[in-house]
């Protein structure tokens, strides 16, 4: 096909054949692009018939994409990217007038922790922006960047996806926090003993205290385990259990009384919390803007 040749090919096509990629499914496609799912149909029919191939076979409720699929997709996500970057770059931003939508994933620490001073920035020089803000953590990051349903990501992260970008925004020490009145620090034997809550996302019962106190021939109990920092104080308060936690959420956590934090009675390594952001949306000015304001109010220069 010549360049003459892409004057028949409709773009939102190519944008519905991503969508369903991701999704494998016309019923969340269709939810996605807020279409009908006859209008995800038969917009299907024209790119089987546009590529000649069925691109997606149903195997049960999903949509596994043939080889022809997949290697269509190898080259056409690198390209909407580039058209994407493209066009943005055609485009000013003035935070002071902008009306744009802002997308953005934070893990619970970063939302409880830090969100709030970075709330108060955005609106004071961009007061008529939308923030949508979604839970993500190092499991659920990858696919919201994957499919679009996130710019921007802060949280301590794993694998992302090849056109993925990544900065390091801070490295948080770890506090101790505890409810009760029983005066002075905790010892290590103190540490071990007294019973743990833990805050995990994948419902494990350990973490990098465990594998800390494994290579010093130690153990902990952990008796609580929950998926988010908030209301981790009112869950502490009257007990003797106690949680290590980074610092800039034992800072937000103390705030408000009932709780003290301590340093941990054994050294820790750093907690890296990064920042990271779709490839095809790295050149944006608006997009530029935000990051630079989350590395401003979320990031720590002292701890870099």
Not at 55 to 80: D, K, N, Y
Not at 168 to 193: E, Q
């Amino acid at each position: 096909m010549n360049r003459n040749d892409l004057r028949k090919v409709d773009l939102n096509l190519l944008i519905v054949f991503e969508t369903l990629m991701h999704e494998r499914s016309v019923t969340r496609a269709a939810e996605k692009l807020f279409l009908g799912q006859p209008a995800i149909s038969a917009a299907l029919a024209r790119l089987r018939g546009l590529f000649d191939d069925p691109l997606f076979v149903r195997t049960g409720r999903s949509m596994e994409p043939t080889a022809r699929a997949q290697e269509i997709f190898g080259h056409l996500s690198p390209a909407l990217d580039s058209i994407s970057t493209a066009l943005s770059r055609a485009a000013d931003f003035d935070p002071a007038t902008s009306k744009a939508v802002f997308r953005i994933g934070l893990s619970d620490d970063v939302e409880f922790g830090l969100l709030p001073p970075l709330l108060r920035r955005l609106r004071s020089e961009a007061p008529g922006i939308t923030l949508v803000v979604r839970r993500a953590n190092y499991l659920l990051m990858p696919q919201l960047l994957s499919s679009g349903e996130i710019s921007v990501g802060v949280s301590y992260t794993d694998e992302l996806p090849a056109n993925a970008k990544r900065k390091t925004l801070r490295r948080s020490t770890w506090k101790i926090l505890r409810a009760d009145s029983i005066p002075g620090a905790l010892t290590l034997d103190d540490y071990c003993a007294r019973p743990h809550a833990l805050v995990s996302y994948a419902g494990d019962l350990d973490g990098f205290v465990d594998q800390t106190l494994a290579e010093m021939d130690r153990k902990r109990q952990v008796v609580l385990a929950v998926p988010q920092f908030v209301g981790l104080a009112q869950l502490l308060a009257g007990t003797d259990i106690i949680a290590t936690v980074p610092e800039y959420v034992a800072l937000a956590l103390t705030a408000a009384g009932g709780l003290r934090a301590e340093e941990p009675p054994f050294p820790t390594r750093l907690a890296e919390l990064s920042m990271v952001w779709r490839g095809a949306q790295d050149q944006d000015p608006a997009e530029r803007w935000l990051r630079s304001r989350i590395t401003m109010f979320v990031g720590d220069p002292d701890s870099l």
